[in-house]
């Protein structure tokens, strides 16, 4: 079976973002001891780093199952599927309990999941791809 478009473009635009993540990542760990970044940031040493590792570690697993997503990995569709479900309760909390300069982005988070959602489990030719493995 022939992998489905929505599924490559996907799976293309996560290595993307598990790329900068890594990079941002790498980069935050770069700059933890920037006295004017950490001034400029309102952060410490211990909290930049920690947030650095963190995108480095997110930004390796999303490049992995990404890469999954590409071979038709059902593990990798799962994974996806409930990061984006954890997206979606992330959008609703800044939909209901942040400022209004965030409800905007919280409504894009929980329609590009939802978009994202559809394409891997709502489409005949992506449940097709996946049950090949």
């Given at each position: 079976?022939?992998?489905?478009v929505m599924?490559?473009v996907?799976g293309v635009?996560s290595?993307l ?13 770069g700059?933890?001891n920037d006295?004017?970044f ?13 947030f ?8 390796v ?5 990404a890469?999954?997503?590409l ?12 990061m ?5 309760a992330?959008g ?8 209004s300069?965030r409800?905007s ?12 959602l ?5 489409t ?10």
């Open positions: 079976m022939k992998r489905p599924v490559t996907i635009l290595i973002t598990g790329i900068g993540q890594v990079l941002f990542g790498g980069a935050l760990i700059l933890r006295a004017t950490l001034n400029d940031a309102n952060m410490t040493t211990n909290k930049v780093t920690a650095g590792a963190g995108l480095l570690a997110v930004g697993i999303t490049f992995v199952f890469i999954g997503l071979k038709g990995s059902r593990v990798s569709r799962a994974v996806v599927g409930i984006e479900l954890c997206g979606i992330g609703v909390y800044a939909v209901s309990a942040l400022d300069s409800k982005t919280g409504i894009g988070t929980i329609i590009g999941a939802v978009i994202v559809f394409f891997l489990f709502g005949s030719k992506a449940k097709a791809f996946f049950a090949k493995s």
